[in-house]
């Protein structure tokens, strides 16, 4: 049992951020416009916006929760401190993760019911959602029977990340936990692994500098019906044959 936590908990960790690290790196400097999440929203739109909104929103928020918590351990305790704020936390962070689950069914049914887009579906994609789908489910299962894991987490898991970055890993709370929580850690890492051969490598170059770019001002010369009527030759006047 030693060994196998030793593998999961110290061998694997390291392996994924090496690979993550280099692997994201090459990528970007071999193949800059393959660092994409090769949108397929001009092949189905309608069924992709119920899905892509809730997932983002609540994987958004949720992962910022996680991140806040293994920064600032101490003032996460701090909060959870008292019941009320405990249980808003708990609450929110559950329902968050309903919306992510969701979301990720809507897309999943997406990839593999529609016709065009399930051409355009490569394994690592499935891969990618399957195990995304596999963590969410196994996180609620944390949430739900596990409870209070806000407070746990920044007492046991962050001091155990925080042994991985310094180089001296210290697995003693993480294999005395039960086995789904020692799963979804597992997860947590194989996704950090797979990220370099995956469309996750796009959160990498999100545009954030869109948020404080100046407005793109669009004059329209021509009537926005007139352009969009499929009737409508592509010149304003139709082109002559010889």
């Not at 180089?167 to 039960?178: F, K, R, V, W």
Request: aromatic letters at 16%; hydrophobic letters at 55%.
């Amino acid at each position: 049992m030693n060994t196998l936590n030793n593998f999961l908990f110290i061998a694997l960790p390291y392996t994924a951020l090496i690979v993550f690290l280099v692997g994201s790196i090459y990528r970007y400097r071999q193949v800059k416009f393959g660092v994409s999440s090769l949108s397929s929203q001009f092949l189905e739109g309608r069924k992709l916006f119920w899905g892509i909104v809730p997932f983002h929103l609540g994987i958004l928020i949720v992962f910022f929760g996680h991140l806040i918590a293994f920064l600032f351990p101490k003032t996460t305790l701090l909060w959870n401190s008292h019941p009320v704020r405990l249980i808003i936390l708990e609450v929110s962070a559950f329902s968050f993760g309903i919306c992510v689950f969701v979301g990720l069914v809507a897309l999943f049914a997406r990839r593999i019911s529609n016709a065009r887009v399930r051409r355009v579906t490569n394994g690592m994609d499935l891969v990618v959602e399957i195990l995304l789908l596999a963590q969410v489910v196994l996180g609620l299962w944390i949430a739900f029977g596990y409870r209070w894991g806000s407070s746990w987490f920044a007492a046991d898991l962050t001091p155990y990340l925080w042994s991985i970055f310094k180089l001296n890993p210290e697995i003693g709370a993480i294999s005395a936990m039960p086995w789904v929580i020692k799963l979804h850690i597992v997860g947590a890492f194989l996704l950090v692994l797979i990220i370099p051969f995956s469309r996750l490598v796009h959160f990498l170059v999100a545009p954030l500098h869109y948020i404080w770019r100046p407005y793109q001002v669009v004059i329209w010369n021509w009537s926005k019906d007139k352009v969009r009527d499929p009737r409508t030759a592509w010149t304003e006047h139709r082109p002559r044959n010889n």
